[in-house]
C-alpha cells in the first residue's frame, strides 16, 4: 500500500473508531451488566493513537474488518489490557471471553454497517478538499 493509501485507511480507521464508540454499540448482544463495560473499553481504544495505529496495519483496503481481523484487533495486547483491567474491576462479576466476544462482534458488525462506514468516508472526504 502506498503512503497516500496508508494514510487515507488510518483516517477512516480513526473516524470509524470514533463512530463505533458512539454506535457501534447497537450490535451488542449480552446481558445488560456488560454494556456500559464493553462501551468503555471502546471508549478507551478510540483515545489511543497506538491502537488505531496498529488497527490501520492490520486492515487490508479491500476486505476491511472480517472476522480474522476482528480476532487479531481483541488479540492486541492494548485490547487485552482493557478487558482484564475491566474484569478485575469487577472482582469476576463479568467475564472476559463475554467481553471479548462482544467487542469482535462490534467490529465485525459496524464495519459492515454501512452507515458508520460511509460518515467515516465521507469525512475523509472533507479532510482531502
Not at 448482544?29 to 488497527?55: E, G, R
Not at 471479548?100 to 460511509?118: A, G, N, V
Amino acid at each position: 500500500m502506498t503512503i497516500l493509501g496508508s494514510f487515507i485507511v488510518g483516517k477512516i480507521v480513526l473516524y470509524f473508531m470514533f463512530e463505533l464508540a458512539s454506535k457501534g454499540i447497537k450490535y451488542f448482544t449480552a446481558k445488560p451488566d456488560y454494556k456500559k463495560p464493553v462501551k468503555d473499553i471502546l471508549d478507551t481504544l478510540t483515545n489511543n493513537k497506538n491502537f488505531i495505529s496498529d488497527v490501520t496495519d492490520m486492515i487490508d483496503a479491500k476486505r476491511g474488518i472480517d472476522g480474522a481481523t476482528a480476532d487479531k484487533i481483541v488479540d492486541l495486547p492494548y485490547v487485552q489490557t482493557q478487558i482484564i483491567k475491566m474484569v478485575d474491576s469487577t472482582n469476576g462479576k463479568l467475564e472476559q471471553k463475554e467481553i471479548e466476544y462482544q467487542l469482535r462482534m462490534i467490529f465485525l458488525k459496524s464495519w459492515s454497517d454501512k452507515s458508520i462506514t460511509d460518515k467515516a468516508v465521507e469525512k475523509i472526504k472533507k479532510d482531502l478538499k
